[in-house]
């Protein structure tokens, strides 16, 4: 008798909303730990579980259960976000910092408490900024001063030609630069 060529399911049918819903219940709380134990924020851990399971419907087929089990694959999936979750939000504060030197910060000196008071002030003005920059440059202002990637590695990080990675950049910081003035 012929074989059918029709590729079988690799798993359970996560396509199937009943099917999902069980695995949904079943495996947020195992992610959840995960992700709690990297970013210790609730809030921050709940968003990176919504992220995973968002994936997981959209593309259901990137779970393949010759490779391990569901529960594997989600908390896998939960501990490498969060730490990539976590990375930014380190990268975010270097780049803060990295931007508030660049738009004329004073070199370091013996400081006062309240020169200490006054920069810590204008690093959260500066990541204030930074969150209301649309996400593209953002992306590419966070990962040129943040990460310290030339336009080339931002543009390979991210998957877009060099000259769109450095218009990114640029465009993000003109805009943190004229918000940086009206603010001031």
């Not at 009943?18 to 609730?42: C, I, K, N, S």
Request: a positive charge; zero cysteines; charged letters at 30%.
């Amino acid at each position: 008798m012929a074989r059918s060529h029709v590729a079988e399911p690799i798993g359970p049918d996560l396509r199937d909303p009943a099917t999902f819903e069980r695995a949904y219940r079943e495996h947020r709380p195992r992610a959840l730990a995960a992700a709690l134990g990297v970013l210790h924020d609730a809030r921050a851990a709940e968003d990176v579980v919504q992220e995973v399971f968002a994936q997981l419907w959209r593309r259901p087929r990137t779970f393949d259960a010759r490779r391990g089990s569901l529960r594997s694959y989600v908390t896998m999936l939960a501990r490498s976000r969060a730490v990539d979750r976590w990375r930014g939000q380190a990268a975010r504060a270097a780049a803060a910092e990295r931007l508030a030197d660049v738009a004329g910060r004073e070199a370091t000196h013996e400081r006062s408490a309240a020169d200490a008071a006054i920069e810590r002030e204008r690093s959260a003005q500066v990541v204030s900024i930074l969150a209301g920059l649309p996400s593209r440059q953002r992306e590419a202002v966070l990962l040129a001063f943040g990460h310290e990637l030339t336009a080339p590695e931002i543009a390979r990080a991210v998957g877009v030609p060099v000259g769109t990675a450095k218009s990114r950049v640029r465009l993000g910081l003109e805009k943190l630069r004229e918000t940086a003035e009206l603010v001031a």
